[in-house]
Every structure is written in C-alpha cells, then in structure tokens.
C-alpha cells in the first residue's frame, strides 16, 4: 500500500512537470504573418529543479514527419526563466555555429555574418523571450517579446543557423534529442 501511495505521488509530480512544462509557450504564434504551431517543447533545467528555460518548436503545419532542420519554415522560442546577458548568446552561438560548419573556407565565408546576426542579441530577463525565426530557407530573423532586433537574408546562413541546436554537435545535446524523437 505504501509503494501504490509513493508511485501514485510520483507520477502525481510527474504529469504535473508534464502539464506545467509548455504553461509558457502558447500553442500557436503568428510571426509575419505566418500562422505557426507548437509541435514539440522542452524544458532546459540546470540541475533536476531549476527551470532555466521553455523551448518551442514551431511550423505552420506538424503533421509533417521532417526533422527541424529539414523542416522549411520554423520557429524556436526561447522562454527564460533566469536573467542571461547578450554576451553568453554572443559567444556560445559563435562558437557552435562555427563548430557545426563542414570546413575552415565555410566558416570564413559566414564569420562577418554570423558576426552581424549575433550583435543582435540583448540581455534578457525572467520572464523574457527570444523568437528564432527561419522562412524558407532564406530569411532569418531574431525577435525579443515579439520586437524585432536583427534579421538576415544570407540563405547559408540562414540554412545553417539551427545547428547551433540541431547540428552534429549541438549546444543542447538533451535538446536535439529530444526533438528528434517527434521526428523517428
């Protein structure tokens, strides 16, 4: 009776963490005018407690069976539960952009860009978010709480942004996986 009691907590806390884990990424945004839903959603944590952040995956349609990088059009929210200052998305974007290019002539030709791209990002606050936006492989574009700070019409650069996240060595590791389970 008592490891019914304890298990029932358990999955109790559980479902709750599950229901709470999107409460701040709503299951639709519209982008200019682009229409896009939610399709998959983690919670990065420092440790098994502290939230640090939601991320949303977006497409204006999920029913597609493509993996984010494959997928044309898309969305990453980045909702912040800590303050972050520009200067860790600066470097740590920089760095595993550059990490995620075939070879040194590619990561020369995309630098300067890049570069441009990432002077975009502000510091942020609880309770702030950062929209990642790629429209047909060609456009790129960084909003925070809805207000545009920097957009791209480099389409390499553009193409090759979400392998920060998704790329063969990404940021998240936890993140890319758990992505590319919707996708399997």
Known sequence: MKLIATLTTITTM???????????LPLSLLHA????????NYTLRYGFIIKVA???????????????LQAPTKILRFYYFKDVSADFFKKSA???FLMNLNNKEEQLKLT????????????IKSGDY????????????LFKNNKLLISSSNPILANKYFNI??????VIEKLKHAFEKRSN
């Open 33 to 40: 005018n682009h229409h896009f839903e939610l399709c998959d």
């Open 54 to 68: 939601e991320i949303g995956w977006y497409a204006p349609s999920c029913t597609m069976d493509k993996p984010i």
């Open 112 to 123: 300067a860009s890049l570069k441009q791209f990432n002077d975009g990002y502000t510091d």
């Open 94 to 96: 920089e760095a595993y």
């Open 14 to 24: 559980v479902v709750t963490q599950l229901a709470f884990a999107s409460d701040k």
């Open 165 to 170: 996240w998704f790329g063969n060595k990404p």
């Open 130 to 141: 950062f929209d990642l936006m790629h429209i047909k492989n060609s456009h790129l574009s």
